[in-house]
């Protein structure tokens, strides 16, 4: 593709959605592929009072890659900015966030982008998860919170390598990384902000 392109990784609550809208008020078009999931969680798991907690989100995530191909969720990315230029949409780059996926960072990596892993504690991201609940989500102590994440961090028995988050992988091959451990959110924008200056230079 002959556009910049650039993907963001990172553990729940690292900062991830902050970082992607920087790029997308550059000018990037952006897609969320933990949005993506999070619709067909809602959905999916509709009869259960939290079905778009992490634990929901990753079993969705792996039903996607397994009956729809491990790149499913790249494809949909995909299509939806190749729709966007057809309708006459000028972009900067492209920007994908929340990758997990080995083979959403590895595409990355070939077309010659930057895959960026936005870093935060354990305990700051707990913090923020439960500050910050969106519909769908309910409060989780620190053990469940590392627990669940866990389902994420390597491919679990029992299902194909391929159909499941590698977010260990992700950060492992990742170009850059951005720290967010902080509570002071314009010192983060303003490392975001001078991240992307950087790579448009």
């Given at each position: 593709m002959n556009v910049k392109i650039v993907g963001i990784g990172g553990l729940p609550r690292s900062g991830k959605d902050t970082l992607a809208e920087l790029f997308i008020k550059a000018g990037y078009f952006g897609f969320s592929f933990g949005d993506f999931t999070r619709d067909s969680a809602r959905?999916?798991?509709a009869d259960k009072p939290d079905p778009i907690s992490v634990a929901n989100m990753t079993e969705?995530?792996?039903w996607l890659r397994e009956t729809g191909g491990a790149d499913i969720i790249l494809k949909e990315a995909l299509k939806a900015f190749e729709a966007a230029q057809a309708k006459g949409g000028q972009y900067k780059g492209l920007v994908l966030f929340s990758v997990r996926a080995p083979v959403e960072?590895?595409?990355i990596l070939a077309q010659g982008g930057e895959l960026i892993w936005v870093e935060a504690s354990d305990e700051?991201?707990?913090q923020r998860n439960n500050q910050h609940l969106r519909e769908g989500e309910m409060p989780v102590s620190l053990v469940e919170f590392?627990?669940?994440e866990d389902l994420q961090w390597q491919p679990q028995p029992g299902i194909p390598a391929e159909a499941q988050m590698?977010?260990?992988y992700v950060k492992q091959h990742a170009t850059k990384t951005l720290e967010?451990?902080?509570d002071n959110l314009d010192d983060f924008l303003k490392s975001a902000?001078?991240?992307i200056t950087n790579l448009a230079s």
């Open positions: 959905q999916r798991h969705t995530s792996n960072a590895e595409w700051v991201r707990h590392k627990s669940q590698n977010t260990s967010n451990n902080g902000q001078e991240l």
